[in-house]
Structure formats: structure tokens, C-alpha cells
């Protein structure tokens, strides 16, 4: 719905919810800026609320893709140079080879000698993002 007038006030709704915020003003450009000023503290928020919910919501094995998740505006980031896999982790991943670059061989500890190649069977999703942007959050 985003922002519609009703009896000299603007109304903000998300996606048909309940109302989440209104101004009253007398259509002028201080209305506006109030107006302006609602709507980009509500999404700074919810950014924040989503943020915080995805660092709940993701696999904690070294913390390091933990670590990238932060609200920034009313965006939320993921990932970059730190953890370029979020998209692995978060959507998982197909049955795929992984063969030697650099060595020549891979080898594990367990492993009974070094190989050329090995054959990943894949990772099911987390969507640790996901469940944090479409989870209910209450709005004050």
C-alpha cells in the first residue's frame, strides 16, 4: 500500500497490515519532510531488526559470516570479502567437484591418501536471511 492520504493525514502500511505509522500535516513540504522522516526511521528499524534476527538465524561454526551481517540505512548486508560463501550457506549448494588447484592434491586429516579430485555431495540451504526478513516482527 505505502503511503495514501486519509482525512489531511498520510498513512503507512506494510503490505496491507496493520497501520505502522501516521502523520498528520497540511500537505506542505514540512509535512513532507515529517512524513520523509517516519518512513526512513521505520525502515532504519525494521533494517536493524532484521539484521539482528539474521545473526541469530546463521550457522555459528567459526563466526565469521556472523560477523559480516549489519544493517546499514535500511539495507541489510551480507557476506563480502570476509565470507564471499554466504550464498552457499544461505541457498545451498548442488552436488559439485572439488579438484586440486594449487598442490596438485587435496588431502584431510582422515583421509587414506592425497586425491585429485573429490566429489562434494552438495549442502542443503540454511537461509539463515531469509527466515529473518520474512519472520514476524513487532513493530512499536
Given at each position: 500500500?505505502?503511503?495514501?492520504?486519509?482525512?489531511?493525514?498520510w498513512?503507512?502500511?506494510?503490505a496491507?497490515?496493520?497501520?505502522?505509522?501516521?502523520?498528520?500535516?497540511?500537505?506542505?513540504?514540512?509535512?513532507?519532510?515529517?512524513?520523509?522522516?517516519a518512513?526512513?526511521?521505520?525502515?532504519?528499524?525494521?533494517?536493524?531488526?532484521?539484521?539482528?534476527?539474521?545473526?541469530?538465524?546463521?550457522?555459528?561454526?567459526?563466526?565469521?559470516?556472523?560477523?559480516?551481517?549489519?544493517?546499514?540505512?535500511?539495507?541489510?548486508?551480507?557476506?563480502?570479502?570476509?565470507?564471499?560463501?554466504?550464498?552457499?550457506?544461505?541457498?545451498?549448494?548442488?552436488?559439485?567437484?572439488?579438484?586440486?588447484?594449487?598442490?596438485?592434491?587435496?588431502?584431510?586429516?582422515?583421509?587414506?591418501?592425497?586425491?585429485?579430485?573429490?566429489?562434494?555431495p552438495?549442502?542443503?540451504?540454511f537461509?539463515?536471511?531469509?527466515?529473518?526478513?520474512?519472520?514476524?516482527?513487532g513493530?512499536a
Open positions: 500500500d505505502c503511503v495514501r492520504p486519509v482525512k489531511g493525514c498513512s503507512l502500511r506494510l496491507g497490515k496493520r497501520e505502522v505509522a501516521a502523520v498528520d500535516f497540511d500537505f506542505d513540504e514540512s509535512g513532507m519532510q515529517v512524513l520523509d522522516g518512513v526512513t526511521d521505520l525502515t532504519e528499524e525494521l533494517a536493524r531488526r532484521v539484521a539482528h534476527a539474521a545473526r541469530g538465524n546463521c550457522p555459528k561454526k567459526t563466526g565469521r559470516l556472523r560477523r559480516t551481517i549489519v544493517a546499514f540505512g535500511n539495507r541489510v548486508y551480507c557476506g563480502g570479502p570476509d565470507a564471499p560463501y554466504w550464498a552457499d550457506v544461505e541457498f545451498g549448494t548442488r552436488p559439485h567437484v572439488i579438484r586440486a588447484k594449487n598442490a596438485g592434491a587435496l588431502f584431510w586429516e582422515g583421509a587414506s591418501h592425497p586425491v585429485k579430485q573429490v566429489n562434494h552438495g549442502t542443503p540451504e537461509a539463515f536471511m531469509r527466515r529473518a526478513l520474512y519472520s514476524p516482527r513493530l
